[in-house]
């Protein structure tokens, strides 16, 4: 094993993160080589500064014109150069205001600085990297985003140990805790916390994310190592007043020593930056010092260094100057306002449509999307019908889910939309009968 890596598990080998580290992850390390060497440089290297693999003319870097004229309010540094590995500290510093800002419980004692990452996706990826081997189950919510099953079952052989995180109108607190203490009979407790959650849409109460929590610090309080990940893809977009305002990473990152939660988010739905493929990984735990979280951090950026070696610049950039615009924080205002109209048409229609022979709407009050059960028929026979016969696309999984994205649908579409679907199932469901 290399120098480095020995060096920075020795650092961890006294608390949950160093415990729970994959085989993967124990050996990953942020090595001392070109990226380490030309950081230095950049600060020391006054005279000359021949490191990096870019190429420069009188102290900028080469652009094309075709690209500078395109992107005139960026420079050529904020366009083409390498960004650091852990992503542009003005941006990672930034992120880590706005966590504090708009969750007033978090504590900055308890939480690492985020890490920059080409978006949740590659993050989750890289945390499964460290934490995830063959074998390693991580309970997750079912239904849940299909991306989970690619990341750490195909990519890891981890194993999903799915539960069905909703009842009639809202968590089953009872199925979550009864999956969380099942794990921590074995010493440890592995789970992915999604909310909003894709695809119902759902987002806990207050109570419930306090029930969540109790669990989690009771298992570790009785012995067991937990690694929470907190996919907050849709973190902010609430609908409902009884919603927790506040991500559950913030009372996971200070509940317990045992306890290492790993925050995966950034500016993609709730700043409407999709394409710009930035996301932020941040680390939180009770009693964990700055060495432990930057030793956890050099594992991280090991596992960036090994596959992308960093995120991208201009997007970076482009993201400071969204944060920074005078007329952002009014549009995203408006932008909010709309989504929520949309979801309130929709609640307005489920409300109003309850009953049906195949369709139960899950519970939902938050994000982009809501989710029907079907029952009789297949959601995949359902989307297929909707698709060739209407025009409508939507999403089927796990056989008997259907998602609709309503963030994606006009405020005046969607009455029509969804008494197409129910008509739609109805008529699939009378073909069924007859057969």
Aim: proline share 4%; net charge neutral; hydrophobic share 40%.
């Amino acid at each position: 094993m290399n120098q480095i890596a020995e060096e920075l598990n020795s650092t961890l080998s006294c608390c949950t993160a160093g415990r729970l580290l994959s085989d993967f992850g124990r050996r990953m390390y942020f090595p001392k080589g070109i990226i380490a060497q030309s950081a230095e440089a950049k600060k020391l290297a006054k005279e000359a500064n021949a490191t990096i693999g870019m190429a420069f003319h009188n102290g900028k870097p080469m652009i094309l014109s075709a690209l500078s004229d395109n992107l005139p309010h960026l420079t050529e540094a904020e366009t083409v150069a390498y960004a650091p590995t852990a992503g542009i500290e003005n941006v990672r510093g930034l992120w880590q205001e706005l966590l504090l800002e708009k969750n007033p419980s978090l504590s900055k004692e308890t939480i690492s600085l985020p890490v920059v990452v080409p978006g949740i996706t590659a993050g989750i990826s890289y945390i499964a990297d460290l934490f995830f081997e063959k074998g390693t189950p991580l309970v997750s919510a079912f239904p849940c985003w299909d991306n989970y099953s690619l990341i750490f079952e195909e990519r890891r052989e981890a194993v999903l140990r799915a539960v069905r995180f909703l009842g009639e109108n809202g968590l089953d607190i009872d199925a979550i805790t009864c999956a969380i203490e099942s794990e921590a009979k074995h010493g440890a407790v592995r789970i992915i916390l999604n909310f909003p959650n894709n695809p119902s849409g759902y987002s806990p109460t207050q109570k419930e994310a306090d029930s969540i929590c109790n669990c989690l610090k009771s298992v570790a309080e009785q012995g067991a190592d937990v690694l929470v990940i907190c996919d907050d893809a849709y973190y902010g977009l609430i609908y409902e007043e009884n919603v927790s305002r506040e991500s559950i990473f913030c009372r996971l990152s200070g509940l317990h020593e045992r306890i290492l939660a790993v925050k995966a988010d950034g500016p993609t739905k709730e700043d409407y930056v999709w394409g710009l493929r930035i996301a932020l990984i941040t680390f939180g735990s009770k009693g964990m010092t700055g060495v432990q979280f930057d030793a956890l951090i050099s594992k991280l950026m090991g596992a960036i260094r090994s596959s992308v070696s960093c995120s991208n610049t201009p997007a970076q950039f482009l993201l400071l100057k969204a944060f920074a615009g005078k007329k952002t924080a009014e549009e995203k205002s408006q932008y909010r306002e709309i989504l929520r109209r949309r979801y309130q048409a929709v609640k307005n229609f489920v409300k109003s449509n309850t009953g049906h022979k195949v369709l139960r709407a899950l519970p939902f009050n938050s994000g982009y999307f809501m989710s029907f059960e079907c029952s009789t028929i297949s959601a995949e026979e359902l989307r297929q019908f909707l698709l060739a016969n209407h025009g409508i696309g939507t999403i089927a999984l796990e056989g008997r889910y259907l998602r609709i994205a309503f963030s994606a649908l006009n405020e005046e579409q969607i009455p029509h939309v969804l008494e197409t679907i129910f008509k739609a199932a109805e008529t699939l469901y009378k073909n069924h009968k007859a057969v």
